[in-house]
């Protein structure tokens, strides 16, 4: 997405080889039009999928998430990262480490929001390691339901998500992807 690109060349800012700072549109400060043309190509992608809901995770996964959630004219859920397990019957949960903020959390989804029938899409803002995706898949899966799409903002193509996310087959659709970070260097796959 060209748009995207030119916004993270002219307002992003790679704080180090890893990391990369947005929050001018995506992570603190959001842009809404452009979130919503990040809907349109999200829905154009997936949308002969027979997608019935969008997942998300807290919370900057919220915005492009909804504006496609809109455009698709299907519900979106936003699963919650809870400090530690909770005794409930009517949520499930997995624990999923970041490795960007070295820490875990359990990712949580009420039962009452996804049925076996649901194909789920989900649209997070960036793709770094895999872990987030990988825990919405056990949380997916358990309930019988399918992890039928993943959309990303942003990848980081030169950490191992999308190839450990690939290898299980999934159909990842990113708007810009990422081969090389460094102090005031982005870089991007063809
Ligand atoms: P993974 O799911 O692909 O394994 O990613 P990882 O755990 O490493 O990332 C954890 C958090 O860090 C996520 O935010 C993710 O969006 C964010 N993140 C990863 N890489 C970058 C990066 O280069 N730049 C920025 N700005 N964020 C990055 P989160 O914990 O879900 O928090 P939130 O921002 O959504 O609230």
Known sequence: MEELRKRILEEGHALNKDVLKVDSFLNHKVD??????IGTYFKRYFENKGITKIFTIESSGIAPAAMTALQMNIPMVILKKQPSKVLNLDVCQT???SFTKNSDYELTLSKKYISEADKILLIDDFLANGEAALGVERLVEGIGAKLEG?????EKS??????ILEEKGYDIYSLARISKLDKDVIEFVD
């Open 150 to 154: 993943i959309g990303i903002v942003i």
């Open 95 to 97: 624990t999923v480490h």
């Open 32 to 37: 809404t039009k452009l979130m919503y043309e």
């Open 158 to 163: 030169f950490q191992p998500g999308r190839k």
